[in-house]
Each structure stands twice: as structure tokens, then as C-alpha cells.
């Protein structure tokens, strides 16, 4: 495989007719969001792929691949990948074209469609037949995009015949929709953006998200302390980090701390909350040691659903695929939180992660974990002389620890049985000291303040103590 970044137009020309000139195989192009895949042989482009789903029947197959390529003309910044590999599900195109002619025509594309685009706004835009014309059947009702890739005419003509008919007053704008299979759809927007925590009730808050099915990120930050909680269809389904004090932090903010809530798809939510994954495919790895492009490209080619995460200075970012499509990219900045980004530019970074899809749902097991910690401290204070017992039972514990006198986890436990056997053991302990009616009198006590937390988080579904 041949991997590296292209800089500038010539770069590409270079590239075909350079080392590409004699062989035969796929070249992959990645920018912005987008990837285009290029079937050369012999220094001609003979055909392509895209990374998202076309009704390919009835589109002119050369301007699709120009409209995909115009990206490259708005910022020439590229990673690419070429492999000499057997090549599947390519758009053939009748007429090869060279590298030199496709530049181009790309720059009397980007011209042209510059000058389209400050009429419509985004090729998304659906128009309207103003004034009747010959074939305005054909405009009427679709959107930019559709008639530019569909149209018998090139795609320079169409561009220019669309200008001069919005021009002359035959057509206008009627609405603006995300034609289906074009892209998959995203949701991202802040509802809640650096908002003092004295001045919110949690509680409520919390419960609206229930009542409000809300789906996103809920974000607590202090001076020495950082919690997300994630929520889907208003289910409280992953808490990071991992501790029993975020039940307290919940019921009193410490210090001077800040609310964020971002409104999140539910797909990309699945794949940002993978920076929180122990089991990372690449961890930490610095870039001088990978290309970053070619990441991507595998991304793509093994139709893989992950994220990669790009540690760059102050800021990450966190490339998202689903099934070998890029979703989208969200920028994480210390100062300006997290927002979505369509251009990526990795010259010089630092570290990068690389996550696989996997669960992620932890609200069990730091119920489980506050559980533990409110049941042991009632053993310190009416059975210390017990203590070594329970340190001895931890310190064998392939999942629990023990630490500055708190029970945390020592890994992510796989089922949760590990966590729930070892509550099992203290209440068998408080049993033998307190008598089971004391204990549940002493324990209802110690939980009073978290009622309307734990009610909020249905700890009823995720343990019965009256069982145990």
C-alpha cells in the first residue's frame, strides 16, 4: 500500500503520473467528511466509488464524481491510500479521463459552482418553477443536487444553465431538506453551555431529561473534577467516570462548578462515549509512528464502526464510522466544548486512539458501586473491628480495590456478578452485627438523601437488596 497526504492540486497530477503511471488499483481520496475512491490504470481515472448511498441508474456518472471532487477544489488538503488490489463495486466511467483534465475541469466546476451556490445557499436546497420553460418538469421539486448529478448535459452546462434560469427569474428557492441516503442525519446542539451548577436544581433537571426523552451529553466540570453523564431516549445508560462521588457531586455540587447538555444523535452518541473505552485497539499511539490517512481508509475498506480520536494540542478530535461510512467529526476544545467540524488538517499532532463499537453502559455498576460504599461505611462505624476482613476480600478482587478509603473498580467488570457477589458478602456481614431489621432501618437512613437520585436512576432495575 501507498499512503501519504496531498497539499495542493499539482500534488494529485503529480501522484497519477508519477509513481501511479504503471499501475493498476484503487486510490482513495479522504477530505473534509468525504472519501472518493479512484479506480486508475496506467495514469487514467477509469472509474469510482463513493463512501455514501447513490441511486446510480439514472446519474450522470461524471458529474457525480466532479460534484464529489469539488471539495478537493474548495481545500486542497488530502490523505490518500493506494492499493493494487482486485477492485469491486466500481462506477465505471465511459470515457477515462487524465489526471491533468480532471484538475481541470474541477477548476471551472469550483468557478462556476461558486457563483450557483451564493443564489441557492447549499446544493440541498429544493427549487420551485417560478416562470414555465422547456422540461421544467425536470426542475420542479428537486433539489440542487439531484438535478446537477442527474442531468444529461455536463456538468459545467447545468451549472450554468441553472444560473441563468434563476437569473432570468424562472425558478426559486422553495425549501431546504437532507434528501434521503444523501447523508445519514446528525443532531448536535447545546441546550445548556457553562451554566453554574448553584443556580440548577439537578434534581429537576435530571427528571426533565427523563420526561423530555432527552438524548446527549450532560457535562459537570470543577476545578479537579469532570463528569459526563449520557442519556438516551431520556435513560440515564453511562456515567464517566466510573465513582460512587458523583452521587454526592449529584446532590451538592462542590466548589464552583459548571452544566453543559448537548443534544446528540443517538448514533453519534454510541461512538463519542467509546472515549471512555478501556479496550482500545490503538491507545496513545504518537503519529510519528502511523499514517493517519490510512486509518481512514481501513475505516472504510473494512466497513469498521468506531471512532478515531486525535490528540492535538488543546483540542480532540473524534472521527466517527458506522459501517464504514464517516457520520461526521466533533471537535472537543478546552475553552469551546465540543462542536462538529468539516474539514480535518493532521500534519503535525500528537497521539491518536482508535476504538472499536462496544458497550458502554455502566449505570449498573456505579449503582452497584455506591451501594458497596454506603453498605461498608455502616460496617466502619458499627463493626470496624470487620475491616480487615473486607480489606482482605478486596485485595484478592480481580474487579474492586481499594483506595484512599473509597471502594472503586480496578476494571470495567464484564456482567456485573463480581460487584454484586461482594454486596451480597458485606450485607451478610451487617447482618451478623446489626441483625437484618437494625440494618435496614440503619441503611434507609443512609440513603434518605439520595432518594429522589436514586429514584430518578431506578435502582429498583438494577438491584434488590430485600433479595440479597
Not at 320 to 349: C, H, P, Q, T
Not at 408 to 437: I, M, T
Given at each position: 500500500?501507498?499512503?501519504?497526504?496531498?497539499?495542493?492540486?499539482?500534488?494529485?497530477?503529480?501522484?497519477?503520473?508519477?509513481?501511479?503511471?504503471?499501475?493498476?488499483?484503487?486510490?482513495?481520496?479522504?477530505?473534509?467528511?468525504?472519501?472518493?475512491?479512484?479506480?486508475?490504470?496506467?495514469?487514467?481515472?477509469?472509474?469510482?466509488?463513493?463512501?455514501?448511498?447513490?441511486?446510480?441508474?439514472?446519474?450522470n456518472?461524471?458529474?457525480?464524481?466532479?460534484?464529489?471532487?469539488?471539495?478537493?477544489?474548495?481545500?486542497?488538503?488530502?490523505?490518500?491510500?493506494?492499493?493494487?488490489?482486485?477492485?469491486e463495486?466500481?462506477?465505471?466511467?465511459?470515457?477515462?479521463?487524465?489526471?491533468?483534465?480532471?484538475?481541470?475541469?474541477?477548476?471551472?466546476?469550483?468557478?462556476?459552482?461558486?457563483?450557483?451556490?451564493?443564489?441557492?445557499?447549499?446544493?440541498?436546497?429544493?427549487?420551485?418553477?417560478?416562470?414555465?420553460?422547456?422540461?421544467?418538469?425536470?426542475?420542479?421539486?428537486?433539489?440542487?443536487?439531484?438535478?446537477?448529478?442527474?442531468?444529461?448535459?455536463?456538468l459545467?452546462?447545468?451549472?450554468?444553465?441553472?444560473?441563468?434560469?434563476?437569473?432570468?427569474?424562472?425558478?426559486?428557492?422553495?425549501?431546504f431538506?437532507?434528501?434521503?441516503g444523501?447523508?445519514?442525519?446528525?443532531?448536535?446542539?447545546?441546550?445548556?453551555?457553562?451554566?453554574?451548577?448553584?443556580?440548577?436544581?439537578?434534581?429537576?433537571?435530571?427528571?426533565?431529561?427523563?420526561?423530555?426523552?432527552?438524548?446527549?451529553?450532560?457535562?459537570?466540570?470543577?476545578?479537579?473534577?469532570?463528569?459526563?453523564?449520557?442519556?438516551?431516549?431520556?435513560?440515564?445508560?453511562?456515567?464517566?467516570?466510573?465513582?460512587?462521588?458523583?452521587?454526592?457531586l449529584?446532590?451538592?455540587?462542590?466548589?464552583?462548578?459548571?452544566?453543559?447538555?448537548?443534544?446528540?444523535?443517538?448514533?453519534?452518541?454510541?461512538?463519542?462515549?467509546?472515549?471512555?473505552?478501556?479496550?482500545?485497539?490503538?491507545?496513545?499511539?504518537?503519529?510519528?509512528?502511523?499514517?493517519?490517512?490510512?486509518?481512514?481508509m481501513?475505516?472504510?475498506?473494512?466497513?469498521?464502526?468506531?471512532?478515531?480520536?486525535?490528540?492535538?494540542?488543546?483540542?480532540?478530535?473524534?472521527?466517527?464510522?458506522?459501517?464504514?461510512?464517516?457520520?461526521?467529526?466533533?471537535?472537543?476544545?478546552?475553552?469551546?466544548?465540543?462542536?462538529?467540524?468539516?474539514?480535518?488538517?493532521?500534519?503535525?499532532?500528537?497521539?491518536?486512539?482508535?476504538?472499536?463499537l462496544?458497550?458502554?453502559?455502566?449505570t449498573?455498576?456505579?449503582?452497584?458501586?455506591?451501594?458497596?460504599?454506603?453498605?461498608?461505611?455502616?460496617?466502619?462505624?458499627?463493626?470496624?473491628?470487620?475491616?480487615?476482613?473486607?480489606?482482605?476480600?478486596?485485595?484478592?478482587?480481580?474487579?474492586?480495590?481499594?483506595?484512599?478509603?473509597?471502594?472503586?473498580?480496578?476494571?470495567?467488570?464484564?456482567?456485573?456478578?463480581?460487584?454484586?457477589?461482594?454486596?451480597?458478602?458485606?450485607?451478610?456481614?451487617?447482618?451478623?452485627?446489626?441483625?437484618?431489621?437494625?440494618?435496614?432501618?440503619?441503611?434507609?437512613?443512609?440513603?434518605?438523601?439520595?432518594?429522589?437520585?436514586?429514584?430518578?436512576?431506578?435502582?429498583?432495575?438494577?438491584?434488590?437488596?430485600?433479595?440479597?
Open positions: 500500500m501507498i499512503s501519504g497526504y496531498l497539499s495542493s492540486q499539482q500534488d494529485f497530477v503529480d501522484l497519477l503520473n508519477g509513481c501511479l503511471f504503471s499501475k493498476v488499483g484503487l486510490l482513495n481520496l479522504f477530505f473534509g467528511v468525504n472519501t472518493v475512491s479512484l479506480y486508475v490504470e496506467n495514469g487514467l481515472i477509469k472509474g469510482f466509488k463513493l463512501n455514501v448511498p447513490e441511486d446510480l441508474s439514472k446519474a456518472k461524471r458529474s457525480l464524481l466532479l460534484y464529489h471532487l469539488f471539495e478537493f477544489m474548495e481545500h486542497p488538503f488530502a490523505f490518500f491510500t493506494f492499493r493494487e488490489d482486485s477492485i463495486e466500481i462506477t465505471n466511467l465511459e470515457d477515462p479521463i487524465s489526471a491533468e483534465e480532471l484538475i481541470l475541469q474541477l477548476q471551472l466546476v469550483h468557478t462556476e459552482l461558486r457563483n450557483l451556490l451564493d443564489k441557492v445557499i447549499t446544493p440541498l436546497a429544493v427549487v420551485k418553477v417560478i416562470k414555465s420553460f422547456e422540461n421544467d418538469q425536470y426542475y420542479d421539486g428537486k433539489s440542487i443536487y439531484h438535478i446537477l448529478v442527474h442531468s444529461s448535459r455536463s459545467i452546462e447545468e451549472i450554468r444553465y441553472l444560473n441563468t434560469l434563476f437569473s432570468a427569474g424562472y425558478l426559486d428557492i422553495n425549501q431538506q437532507n434528501p434521503e444523501l447523508k445519514e442525519e446528525i443532531e448536535f446542539d447545546y441546550i445548556m453551555k457553562e451554566v453554574e451548577s448553584e443556580k440548577i436544581n439537578l434534581i429537576n433537571l435530571l427528571e426533565s431529561f427523563q420526561l423530555g426523552k432527552f438524548t446527549g451529553i450532560l457535562k459537570v466540570v470543577g476545578d479537579d473534577f469532570e463528569y459526563e453523564l449520557y442519556y438516551k431516549r431520556g435513560q440515564l445508560f453511562a456515567i464517566y467516570p466510573c465513582t460512587p462521588e458523583v452521587f454526592e449529584l446532590l451538592n455540587p462542590k466548589g464552583k462548578s459548571f452544566l453543559n447538555a448537548v443534544r446528540i444523535s443517538s448514533n453519534m452518541l454510541d461512538l463519542l462515549v467509546l472515549k471512555h473505552a478501556e479496550n482500545k485497539v490503538v491507545n496513545g499511539l504518537p503519529t510519528s509512528f502511523v499514517e493517519i490517512g490510512k486509518m481512514l481501513s475505516m472504510s475498506a473494512e466497513n469498521r464502526t468506531g471512532v478515531i480520536i486525535i490528540y492535538a494540542g488543546t483540542y480532540k478530535d473524534y472521527i466517527m464510522f458506522k459501517n464504514g461510512a464517516l457520520l461526521g467529526i466533533a471537535r472537543e476544545d478546552f475553552k469551546e466544548g465540543l462542536k462538529l467540524i468539516n474539514k480535518i488538517s493532521y500534519e503535525r499532532v500528537g497521539y491518536v486512539d482508535l476504538i472499536f462496544q458497550s458502554m453502559e455502566n449498573k455498576d456505579t449503582v452497584h458501586l455506591f451501594l458497596l460504599n454506603v453498605i461498608y461505611g455502616l460496617l466502619l462505624k458499627y463493626a470496624s473491628h470487620l475491616n480487615h476482613v473486607v480489606l482482605s476480600q478486596l485485595s484478592s478482587s480481580d474487579v474492586l480495590k481499594y483506595e484512599e478509603g473509597v471502594i472503586l473498580y480496578r476494571k470495567k467488570p464484564k456482567n456485573g456478578d463480581e460487584a454484586f457477589s461482594f454486596l451480597q458478602f458485606l450485607l451478610d456481614l451487617s447482618y451478623n452485627v446489626l441483625g437484618q431489621e437494625r440494618f435496614a432501618q440503619e441503611l434507609e437512613i443512609a440513603l434518605q438523601p439520595y432518594r429522589d437520585i436514586l429514584r430518578i436512576l431506578k435502582v429498583e432495575e438494577y438491584i434488590r437488596l430485600q433479595e440479597a
